[in-house]
Nanobody, 127 residues
Framework: DVQLQASGGGLVQPGGSLRLSCAASGFTSDDYAIGWFRQAPGKEREGLSCISNKDGSTWYVDSVKGRFTISSDNAKNAAYLRMNSLKPEDTAVYYC????????????????????WGQGTQVTVSS
C-alpha cells in the first residue's frame, strides 16, 4: 500500500514562507502523481498543485500560482510544496495525496481522483 506523510506546517506571519514535505512509500512503479490539497474550516477540500512523476509536469490552481512551488525528489520518495507570500486565507490543513496509473495525465485537482492520502499538517497564517 502507498503511504504518505505530510509535515512542515506551523504558524507563520502574513508574507512569510513555509515548505511542506510529503514522505511517500509503497509505490510499485514510477507511474503516479502527487497532489497537494487543503481544507479550511467550514470549507470544501480544494486542490492546489500537482506534479507528475512520469514527466515532471507541474500544475497549479490560480489562487496559488506564482506563490507556491511544487517539487519532488525521487531519490528520497518525497514531494514538497514551497509556499511564499502567505496570506491569512491560506490558513488550512494541508494534505498530500497520490494518484497512480494515469501516466502523464495523472495530475488532477479533484480529490476523488486520488487513491492515497497522508494525514494533514496545519498551516496557520496570522500576525
Amino acid at each position: 500500500d502507498v503511504q504518505l506523510q505530510a509535515s512542515g506546517g506551523g504558524l507563520v506571519q502574513p508574507g512569510g514562507s513555509l515548505r511542506l514535505s510529503c514522505a511517500a512509500s509503497g509505490f510499485t512503479s514510477d507511474d503516479y502523481a502527487i497532489g497537494w490539497f487543503r481544507q479550511a474550516p467550514g470549507k470544501e477540500r480544494e486542490g492546489l498543485s500537482c506534479i507528475s512523476n512520469k514527466d515532471g509536469s507541474t500544475w497549479y490552481v490560480d489562487s496559488v500560482k506564482g506563490r507556491f512551488t511544487i517539487s519532488s525528489d525521487n531519490a528520497k520518495n518525497a514531494a514538497y510544496l514551497r509556499m511564499n507570500s502567505l496570506k491569512p486565507e491560506d490558513t488550512a490543513v494541508y494534505y498530500c495525496a497520490a494518484r497512480g496509473g494515469w501516466g502523464k495525465y495523472a495530475c488532477s485537482f479533484t480529490q476523488t481522483d486520488f487513491d492515497s492520502w497522508g494525514q494533514g499538517t496545519q498551516v496557520t497564517v496570522s500576525s
